[in-house]
């Protein structure tokens, strides 16, 4: 992809890091996916997000343990030309855990269109057997979306 996905991938994964290792040091449980696969799906508008097979078993006893249905949530786009990048931190409702989840999605017409038009959003985390891990909604979808719509190019 020409706007240097790759590198912009791979500094949102450490800046991730970096993220989960500060909620560590606030004595957080942390789990941080590093996608195997990102889908944007077609009919709700959200998120697929399939963990490595590294990652399912900590998200999965993560969100086993700690409820994140009311905790604060953090979300930032990083627009480029081609692909925005997303990533999102959620917090659980008793300060106690943390989910961080890199997204991304193409910038066209079909994939910011489908986020644009959404009313809300889930972003769900499965396993390889389909098997979901964890479900964090969000009922604004603009932190997801670069301030200028795709077509304004």
Do not use: C
Not at 48 to 68: H, I, K, N, W
């Amino acid at each position: 992809m020409a706007d240097g996905y790759t590198t912009r991938w791979d500094t949102l994964v450490a800046e991730m890091a970096s993220t989960a290792a500060d909620y560590r040091a606030s004595d957080y449980t942390v789990a941080t996916v590093e996608p195997v696969d990102v889908s944007l799906v077609a009919d709700d508008g959200g998120f697929v997000v399939l963990a490595s097979r590294t990652d399912a078993g900590s998200v999965a006893e993560l969100a086993e343990t700690y409820p994140f249905t009311n905790g604060e949530r953090q979300v930032v786009a990083d627009p480029g030309p081609e692909v925005v990048l997303v990533a999102v931190v959620a917090e659980s409702a008793d300060d106690a855990a943390a989910l961080l989840i890199p997204l991304h999605y193409r910038r066209t017409a079909g994939e910011e269109g489908r986020l644009r038009a959404a009313d809300g959003l889930d972003v769900r985390v499965r396993d390889h057997a389909g098997k979901e891990l964890a479900v964090l909604s969000f009922a604004d979808v603009d932190p997801f979306l670069p301030a200028e719509p795709f077509d304004a190019y």
